[in-house]
């Protein structure tokens, strides 16, 4: 594996789910909130705060999900994008651009291991026969 383009890979990951988080936040309280004054639609990120840890300490089985659960935010940012106007819907856009970033980050560096898992196990397969 090449270490320098997972340790790049990982960073992406790291700095696009941080940088939705913060996105998320500043969107829903002070950018372009659904109701000014209601933060709890700001409460939408703390499905993103369970994998963070995991996402941060290179958690193999944390980036697998978290790849599933990040798509939630890539509809969310698609819906948000074509039917609001304005600044919410230029955020709706970069929502799904973390979005893509982060999943792109993370499949690309789960990639090397998950090859080699297959080949451990085709290997393992064959030494029985």
Not at 21 to 35: G, K, N, S
Request: proline share 5%; charged share 15%; aromatic share 10%.
């Amino acid at each position: 594996m090449n270490t320098q383009r997972q340790r790049l890979l990982h960073g992406g990951a790291v700095c696009s789910l941080v940088a939705l988080i913060l996105l998320c936040i500043a969107w829903e309280t002070v950018l372009a909130p659904v109701r000014p004054g209601i933060f709890w639609p700001a409460l939408k990120v703390l499905p993103l705060l369970l994998p963070l840890r995991g996402v941060l300490r290179t958690d193999l089985y944390t980036m697998q999900w978290s790849s599933m659960l990040i798509l939630l935010y890539f509809m969310e940012g698609i819906v948000r994008g074509w039917s609001d106007s304005g600044l919410s819907a230029l955020l709706g856009w970069m929502e799904v651009g973390l979005v893509l970033i982060f999943f792109t980050c993370v499949v690309s560096f789960l990639y090397p291991y998950k090859k080699a898992a297959r080949a451990k196990i085709r290997a393992a397969s064959i030494s029985k026969q």
